[in-house]
């Protein structure tokens, strides 16, 4: 494409400079008006200006005279008019490449898309110094593994019950209750696995910004639901590590085209991956009542919950989190 616009330049160029040539035919030297025409495409002069009958030594020698000075005069505007296309080339260069490849463009979108799907790796854009930051703070909670012993992660899971049931009595650590919110065995701290500490954080952060759906979707309030449910905090942890995964938050920089997105996302709020984690936990939910599962279908949910938020982040007019479908549900 690029090259194919050069050639053009370059026949508008070639073009432009004959048609002058045959324009730029007369001169005023003296207060005496000469004429030249040149129609070839020849840079050298190759007929000498008009010039009277006579053919005599003198006249010959003014013709000469005559004839450099004219020289001199075609060189200058020769150069004066390249320099004026050349501008104006290069403007229009300009113009066109930013009418196709500009990212307004519909061939500019088609190249921007060309990989959704494919599963292929981008050219992250170059960070803010927030976005960095903000980065930086984000692998540093991924990488933070639950620790039962810890008293800070301790109290992280007796916030988690007040917050899933405030009229409740909290239970010891180890209790029977904690199944009633989806942990598998009576001891939580064995259940988090590869979802670390930050998805206990994600489910303190859904709990505590959108509670009226942290408390539909934990007590299955929503549709036909199965016999067989998902269980909630099990499933909540397994989203914390899908999404670590698909936003490819492990890499130095995130390349995938989700990871891309959620860059945008967390320049403008730093809680980004945190409510990106509440609306897949709805979206999840969702997609589970669609599907009619039952407990050994969820990783196929899960799947399918993945798929669809990739593909809702390549969206062009996706520019916020409140912009993706499942947001909506979060509020109703």
């Not at 296309?85 to 260069?93: D, N, P, R, V």
């Not at 209790?175 to 998805?199: A, C, N, V």
């Not at 982040?313 to 979060?330: G, T, Y």
Request: overall charge neutral; glycine content about 6%; charged content about 25%.
């Amino acid at each position: 494409m690029l090259q194919g616009l050069i050639r053009f330049c370059v026949l508008v160029y070639k073009m432009a400079s004959a048609t002058l040539r045959r324009r730029l035919h007369h001169g005023d030297v003296d207060g005496r008006k000469y004429e030249r025409y040149d129609a070839t495409d020849s840079e050298t002069l190759s007929e000498p200006l008009l010039r009277s009958s006579s053919d005599s030594k003198d006249a010959y020698n003014e013709e000469l005279t005559l004839e450099d000075i004219w020289e001199e005069e075609r060189k200058r505007q020769q150069v004066h008019w390249t320099l004026i296309f050349s501008q104006l080339i290069a403007q229009w260069a300009q113009w066109i490449a930013k009418v196709v490849f500009g990212s307004g463009s519909l061939f500019g979108k088609f190249l921007s898309l060309s990989h959704i799907g494919s599963g292929g790796r981008h050219l992250p854009p170059p960070l803010s110094m927030l976005q960095e930051e903000r980065l930086r703070n984000i692998k540093r909670r991924i990488e933070i593994p639950f620790d039962g012993s810890r008293m800070e992660h301790q109290d992280a899971l007796r916030q988690l019950w007040r917050l899933a049931y405030p009229q409740r009595e909290l239970p010891p650590l180890k209790s029977e209750l904690w199944k009633e919110m989806g942990w598998q065995g009576t001891d939580p701290s064995t259940d988090f696995r590869g979802g670390g500490y930050i998805s206990l954080e994600n489910l303190i952060f859904f709990a505590k910004t959108y509670p009226e759906a942290f408390h539909r979707l934990l007590h299955k309030q929503d549709g036909t639901r199965a016999e067989w449910e998902y269980p909630f905090a099990v499933a909540g942890i397994n989203i914390s590590f899908m999404l670590a995964q698909m936003l490819d938050l492990q890499s130095g920089k995130p390349s995938t085209l989700a990871g891309i997105k959620f860059l945008e996302f967390l320049e403008k709020d730093e809680m980004a991956f945190d409510k990106l984690y509440c609306v897949a936990f709805q979206m999840m939910d969702a997609q589970w009542l669609a599907k009619r599962a039952s407990y050994m279908e969820f990783n196929d949910v899960l799947k399918s919950t993945r798929a669809q938020l990739e593909h809702e982040l390549a969206l062009e007019d996706v520019s916020s989190i409140k912009d993706l479908l499942a947001f909506k549900l979060l509020s109703k």
